[in-house]
């Protein structure tokens, strides 16, 4: 048992120290990551692109719900409620770690594309036998979506080390399209977009805010469009 964890038990990465909220869900994602994932290949990742997209959309009617003063923004306040609500228990500390961690326009307040990061990452952090059905928030589709975007990072995570490095990325799109020159560049292109904070490693949370931004969900968009 834990054979694969504990290899890179370097609290570190390149020299820079980790929030305490980092660490806990570095470890969350290994622990995700030695149950295994049921994703063969990035092509299947993006195939449930527009499934994933619109079950997210769907928080939108969760967020406007928590945004009391409706505002376009959940503030600590709000947010505070909304775990209440919830019945999600965090102390103070972790619940102003998670709004910093979360509120990178930081405008004091979770936009929407922040917000589904936010809840996600709850969904993370928040081990599955004691998470309450009220996360679901009247979506049962949620928990899945949450899921199915733990197992995407889980596939790409090859050394299971909770982040995503530069080689793992290019690593994932060969396999997919073995031979093509251009996939590489894809892979680093893609690898960029990802690793917003430029540190060579692709953090959960990064990637979640990424995949908002690739799904075309952006932190000041209106209603749907239609
Ligand atoms: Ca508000
Ligand atoms: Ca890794
Ligand atoms: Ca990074």
Redesign the pocket.
């Given at each position: 048992m834990g054979g694969v964890i504990g290899k890179c038990d370097s609290p570190r990465r390149q020299g820079l120290p980790i929030s305490k909220l980092e660490a806990k869900m570095v470890e969350a994602m290994r622990r995700k990551a030695a149950e295994g994932t049921t994703v063969k290949s990035f092509n299947s990742i993006i195939m449930k692109f527009p499934k994933i997209d619109e079950n997210l959309r769907n928080v939108k009617t969760i967020f406007e719900q928590f945004d009391e003063d409706s505002n376009g923004s959940i503030d600590p306040e709000e947010l505070k409620h909304c775990f209440n609500k919830l019945q999600i228990s965090f102390t103070e500390e972790e619940v102003s770690d998670l709004f910093e961690a979360c509120d990178i326009s930081e405008t004091q307040g979770m936009k929407f594309n922040e917000f589904i990061v936010l809840l996600c990452l709850v969904y993370l952090l928040k081990e599955p036998a004691v998470l309450p059905a009220k996360l679901k928030l009247g979506l049962p589709q949620l928990e899945s979506t949450f899921e199915k975007l733990v197992n995407a990072f889980v596939f790409l995570?090859?050394?299971?080390?909770?982040?995503?490095?530069k080689y793992?990325m290019v690593q994932a799109i060969n396999e997919t399209t073995s031979g093509e020159r251009s996939s590489g560049r894809i892979a680093m292109r893609r690898f960029e977009e990802m690793d917003w904070d430029k540190n060579g490693m692709v953090s959960f949370k990064e990637f979640l805010f990424a995949f908002t931004h690739w799904v075309g969900i952006d932190a000041d968009e209106e209603e749907d469009e239609e």
């Open positions: 995570d090859k050394n299971k080390d909770g982040y995503v490095s793992e």
